[in-house]
């Protein structure tokens, strides 16, 4: 892939601290009130009956997994910030692109990472690892792309390169 050395995971500056910030949560709010829960529960008595104690030590194993699971990925992210970045006049990770299609409808994307994808972000991200993504990266304004969709090729131009 053009522009990022094969096997990193990359992610934005703000996308990892909207991660950091769920980690945050689950393991200084969440799970210390659900821990709080399971031990009023446990306070009821028999354990093997007790259905609040059960649901209580299920959502413990489910936070639990949640927070190693980010743990490792806020662990593995190679952080970009494209505010910090020199404008190249390139398309690269981080980058917002305007492009146009062929009937001169105009669309602007970040370039972003998948696991970007799944935060409430809003419209407008598209991973670097979309074919979208993958044609845009390295281009300059100017260029254009064909990229394949489901409902067929299209040719883009970019517009505009921005490092926001």
């Known amino acids: 892939m053009k522009g990022l050395p094969p096997g990193k995971r990359y992610i934005t500056k703000a ?4 991660l950091r910030e769920q980690f945050r949560v689950l393991l200084h709010e969440e799970r210390p009130r659900v821990t709080q829960e399971v031990a009023v529960a446990a306070a009821h008595g028999d354990r093997s009956e007790n259905y609040e ?6 959502k413990l194993r489910e ?34 692109v305007t492009v146009e299609d062929e009937d001169g409808q105009q669309a602007t994307y970040q370039i972003v990472g998948g696991d970007e994808l ?5 419209p407008g991200r598209i991973s670097y690892e979309a074919p979208l993504g993958r044609a845009l990266l390295g281009k300059r304004e100017g260029d254009t792309v064909r990229v394949r969709r489901p409902a067929g090729e299209v040719e883009l131009t970019i517009v505009k390169v921005e490092w926001k």
Do not use: C, N
């Not at 996308?15 to 909207?18: C, M, N, T, Y």
């Not at 799944?118 to 809003?122: F, P, V």
């Open 118 to 122: 799944s935060q409430d972000l809003g």
């Open 63 to 96: 936070i639990d997994a949640k927070i190693h699971r980010l743990q490792k990925m806020l662990e593995s992210f190679e952080v970009i910030d494209p505010a910090g970045r020199e404008p190249v006049g390139r398309a690269f990770f981080g980058a917002t």
């Open 53 to 58: 104690y059960k649901l209580g030590k299920r």
């Open 15 to 18: 996308g990892f601290e909207r």
